[in-house]
């Protein structure tokens, strides 16, 4: 059974800073393309940023690029999103998501909601003004 579980989420003021965790079981994480995403009350759920399979390869919405950061250990099957110079506009609750991707496609990132194929059940991050 798939399982992806975020944490890290919090309260924090704006200018601050949060590192996300997401913890992947039942699956074969050196074959997963890996995300993160967000959504904010009454909006659609946005990508944030990705990391292909390969950890070769990431991409970022424009508005996080050079405050994200985004990172995977296999080791310990966990991939990570590090947030600096957070602002209110980031606030929303934000989601792992993994996708399975073939060899062949090891260095691709994938930003679509429709992409992906497992998602965890999200972690509240909240900023301040």
């Known amino acids: 059974q798939v399982q992806l579980v975020e944490s890290g989420g919090g309260l924090v003021q704006a200018g601050g800073s949060l590192r996300l965790s997401c913890a992947a079981s039942?699956?074969?994480?050196?074959?997963?393309?890996m995300g993160w995403f967000r959504q904010a009350p009454g909006k659609e759920r946005d990508f944030v940023a990705a990391?292909?399979?390969?950890?070769?390869?990431?991409d970022y919405e424009d508005s996080v690029k050079g405050r994200f950061t985004i990172s995977r250990d296999g080791a310990e099957n966990t991939v990570f999103l590090l947030m600096n110079s957070l602002k209110p506009e980031d606030t929303a609750i934000y989601y792992c998501?993994?996708?399975?991707?073939?060899?062949?496609?090891?260095?691709?990132?994938?930003?679509?909601?429709?992409?992906?194929?497992?998602w965890g059940q999200g972690t509240q991050v909240t900023v301040s003004s």
């Open positions: 998501a993994a996708k399975e991707s073939a060899y062949i496609w090891r260095a691709y990132t994938y930003t679509r909601v429709s992409d992906y194929d497992a």
């Open positions: 039942g699956l074969t994480f050196s074959a997963r393309a």
């Open positions: 990391i292909s399979r390969s950890g070769a390869n990431t």
